[in-house]
């Protein structure tokens, strides 16, 4: 969905001997892990292996990797309201414009490289929240009690990502996606104001083919259909070739096998995966992919099989 991970063997025995913090700081690492899914799965294109939080960690944010808790922020944005010092403008992209470069020499144009980073909303909870968050308290907070200093950081975070997707455009990816986790935490009218300006500067901005993943998003629909974005990757709260939204958007659809089915047997997992593509192909343009994440411990032939079953309805169809 996002990037190579945990559910690959060879991935597991790279982290072994490296830490996570150093896999995605090692452009030679980087790029081995990005073109792992295509080299085992067959998948037709690959994600860069970077994290949501790359992004503020260049920007001067003190963040580090925990393999249980996720990411850990240390001196939270609600910590301190106005922009500390140590707080500038992401300049240096040395590492992922590297490791782009690497894949593309790997993958020697078998497939496009997608390029990624996190919405400036999503990329705020995170550093409001200190981390990974449940019910986002911290951040409904911040933005009802201070809401000028949650639009400034918000204009901040929007400029920089427009500046790390052009410096991977200008690397040699050929997509971007945009990823949304918790903008469905919210209300439509909250998602028109505190989300859906900030996505658009940033489509119309960076010049490449886009697709804009919201997670819980069948309520948002038709805000995400504002986005500018080319492609909307919806999750498994949307029925495909049954919401009036995607029914009669011009954009590409994107999504969505609930990945939850990732357990089920081969003939259930090939009834599933033929219900979304029927749905899908009825939208002008479609990218079969998951609902969300691939969990650890996903047996990596359940996805082999489901890439083989894409492309036996392709050809059929």
Not at 46 to 71: E, N, V
Not at 102 to 127: C, K, M
Not at 174 to 196: C, M
Not at 262 to 290: Q, S
Request: glycine residues 8%; proline residues 4%; contains cysteine.
């Amino acid at each position: 969905m996002r990037q190579a991970g945990r559910y690959l063997p060879e991935y597991q025995a790279l982290k072994k001997k490296h830490s996570l913090q150093k896999m995605f700081d090692t452009p030679e690492l980087a790029a081995q892990i990005t073109c792992l899914p295509v080299d085992i799965l067959g998948v037709d294109a690959a994600i860069l292996f970077a994290d949501i939080l790359t992004l503020p960690r260049q920007m001067g944010f003190d963040i580090r990797f925990d393999d249980r808790r996720g990411p850990v922020i240390g001196g939270t944005v609600a910590g301190d309201l106005h922009h500390r010092e140590d707080i500038h403008d992401a300049e240096d992209f040395s590492g992922p414009t590297k490791t782009i470069r690497l894949v593309n020499e790997q993958l020697d144009g078998r497939v496009p490289l997608i390029g990624f980073a996190g919405s400036p909303f999503t990329v705020l909870t995170y550093l409001v929240e200190g981390g990974s968050s449940v019910n986002f308290t911290r951040t409904f907070r911040f933005i009802n009690e201070h809401p000028v200093h949650f639009q400034a950081w918000m204009e901040l975070l929007t400029q920089n990502t427009v500046r790390y997707l052009t410096a991977q455009k200008e690397a040699g990816i050929q997509v971007f996606q945009l990823f949304d986790s918790w903008g469905g935490i919210l209300r439509p009218a909250d998602f028109a104001r505190w989300v859906l300006p900030f996505v658009r500067r940033i489509f119309a901005e960076v010049d490449l083919p886009s697709i804009y993943f919201v997670r819980n998003c069948a309520h948002l629909l038709a805000l995400m259909d504002q986005s500018g974005a080319d492609f909307l990757s919806v999750d498994h709260t949307v029925v495909l070739g049954h919401h009036s939204v995607i029914e009669k958007t011009k954009k590409g659809i994107q999504g969505n096998l609930f990945n939850g089915l990732l357990y089920a047997d081969d003939a259930t997992l090939a009834r599933e995966v033929r219900d979304v593509l029927v749905g899908g192909v009825k939208h002008g343009r479609y990218i079969f992919n998951l609902s969300h994440g691939v969990f650890p411990d996903v047996d990596p032939d359940k996805l082999k099989f489901i890439v083989e079953q894409v492309h036996a309805f392709e050809k059929r169809n």
